[in-house]
C-alpha cells in the first residue's frame, strides 16, 4: 500500500509511526512543513520504503499577520496537494495542519479520489475562542466561526477520523462525523527519548550542572500565559530557592519572556529548539519539568510535550485543566497538576520545593514518569490500529 502522511509539525511520534509503517512493507511519503518552527523529531530515512520531503522551506510564515498568514497557508495547501499528485498515494493521512492548508488539501483529494484520514490534534474553533489578545477579540471569534465551518467541512470529506481523547467525539457527533471516529490517544517515542544523568553533556554545556533547573522544553504560544514561569521562578525565591529558568523555544513568546524576568529580576535562559538527538540530555537537565495549557483548550489538546517529558523520566509540573488527558497522566505518574493561573503557584511553587529538597523523591518521581510511559506508549498496538485504518479506507484486506 503507498501511504502519504503529511504532519504539518513534524513531531517525533507521527515519525516514528511512518517507520514503523514502512517496516511493515508499506510505501510512505512522510511530509512537514519546514515553515512552522518546532521541536522536530527525527525526519531522516533509515528504513526501506519511506521517504521524507517538506513544503515550505521557503515560507516565513507571519503569525501575528493574519491575513497574510491565510494567504501563506493556503498556497502552503496548493504545494502540499503537488506533493500528494506527484506520491499517487492509496491513502493519505494528515495530521496537524492548519485549516486553510487542510481544506485546500481535502478539497484536491475529494476531487483526486484519492481517501484520507484526519488524525485530529486540535480543535482549531476552540483554540482561537480562547486566544487571550483583547485588541483582536472580535476577530478571533469571527475566524473561529470561519475557520470551524472550515474544519467540520474537511472532517466531512474524510474517509476516517482519529482523535486523540473521547472529549473529541462529542465535537464530531455534532459535525454528524462521529460514526467514522477511532479513538486513538497520542504517544512518544521510547527508544529516541530515554532517561539520561543529570549532570550530561547539554547540561554542561549550558553550564545548568549543579544548577537547580526549571525546564520548559517546545512551542510556547502567547495564549500559554508564558509569563506564569516568570512568576513561578518569583515564588520559589520567595521560598528561599535558588532555581534557574531555562526555555527552550522559538516564537512570540521569547520577548515577552525576557521583559517578565527583567521586571521580576528573575534569571532565565532562553535558547531556540535544539537537535532532536538531543532531546533526552535537554530533558534531562530539569530537575522539574514544567507544561502549559490554557484552561479554555484544555479538553481539546494533548501537549505531546507531556509525554516527551514522562519518556524523559523526570518530575513534571503541569499548569493546565484536570480534565485534560495529559493531567489525568501526571496525575497516575504522580507528579503535580494546578490550574493555569496565578492563584495556583504558591501551591506550585510548594511542590516544587518539596521535589528540589528531596533528590529520592525526585528520583521516585522520574521512575513512575518513565514506567508509565513504557506501558502507555508501546508502538505496536498504535501501529496495528492506524494499519487497519488506512486499509480499510482503501477497500483493500485487511494486513
Not at 520545593?353 to 506508549?377: I, M, N, T, W
Request: with cysteine.
Amino acid at each position: 500500500m503507498r501511504i502519504f502522511v503529511h504532519d504539518y509539525s513534524g513531531h517525533p511520534f507521527q515519525a516514528q509511526l511512518s517507520r514503523e509503517l514502512a517496516r511493515r512493507g508499506h510505501a510512505v511519503v512522510h511530509s512537514t512543513c519546514t515553515a512552522y518552527r518546532s521541536g522536530k523529531g527525527d525526519l531522516e530515512s533509515d528504513v526501506p520504503g519511506l521517504r521524507f520531503v517538506t513544503i515550505g522551506d521557503r515560507v516565513v510564515l507571519k503569525k501575528q499577520a493574519y491575513v497574510r498568514r491565510l494567504f501563506q497557508e493556503s498556497r502552503l495547501g496548493i504545494e502540499l496537494t503537488r506533493q500528494v499528485r506527484r506520491a499517487k498515494p492509496d491513502v493519505a493521512l494528515l495530521s496537524n495542519m492548519p485549516i486553510p492548508t487542510l481544506v485546500v488539501t481535502a478539497a484536491v483529494l475529494k476531487r483526486l479520489r484519492i481517501p484520507w484520514v484526519l488524525w485530529h490534534q486540535d480543535v482549531t474553533a476552540v483554540a482561537l475562542k480562547s486566544f487571550a489578545a483583547a485588541d483582536v477579540a472580535d476577530a478571533m471569534g469571527i475566524a473561529a466561526k470561519v475557520f470551524g465551518a472550515g474544519e467540520k467541512w474537511a472532517a466531512q470529506q474524510a474517509s476516517a477520523v482519529v482523535v486523540i481523547a473521547d472529549s473529541f467525539v462529542e465535537v464530531h457527533r455534532q459535525w454528524g462525523t462521529a460514526d467514522k471516529v477511532t479513538v486513538i490517544p497520542n504517544w512518544a517515542p521510547l527508544d529516541e527519548i530515554f532517561p539520561v544523568a543529570r549532570a550530561n553533556a547539554w547540561s554542561d554545556e549550558q553550564d545548568l550542572s549543579g544548577v537547580k533547573t526549571l525546564l520548559y522544553a517546545g512551542t510556547l504560544g502567547l495564549k500559554h500565559s508564558p509569563v506564569l514561569l516568570v512568576q513561578l521562578v518569583e515564588r520559589l525565591r520567595q521560598r528561599g530557592e535558588r532555581v534557574r529558568l531555562v526555555v527552550v523555544n522559538e516564537g512570540p513568546a521569547v520577548p515577552v519572556l525576557e521583559r517578565a524576568a527583567a521586571a521580576h529580576g528573575v534569571e532565565v535562559t532562553l535558547l531556540p529548539f535544539q537537535p532532536y538527538r538531543r532531546l533526552p540530555e535537554v530533558l534531562g537537565t530539569g530537575d522539574v519539568l514544567v507544561v502549559l495549557l490554557e484552561g479554555d483548550a484544555g479538553m481539546f489538546s494533548v501537549p505531546s510535550k507531556t509525554l516527551s517529558y514522562l519518556c524523559a523520566g523526570r518530575p513534571v509540573l503541569g499548569l493546565m485543566p484536570a480534565e485534560n488527558l495529559a493531567a489525568q497522566l501526571l496525575h497516575q505518574a504522580g507528579s503535580a497538576v494546578f490550574p493555569p493561573a496565578q492563584s495556583s503557584l504558591e501551591d506550585a511553587a510548594g511542590w516544587v520545593q518539596e521535589v528540589l529538597s528531596d533528590p529520592e523523591h525526585a528520583a521516585s518521581l522520574g521512575k513512575r514518569s518513565r514506567v508509565l510511559a513504557e506501558r502507555e506508549f508501546a508502538l505496536e498496538g498504535s501501529a496495528s490500529r492506524f494499519e487497519e485504518i488506512l486499509t480499510s479506507v482503501t477497500g483493500a484486506p485487511a494486513p
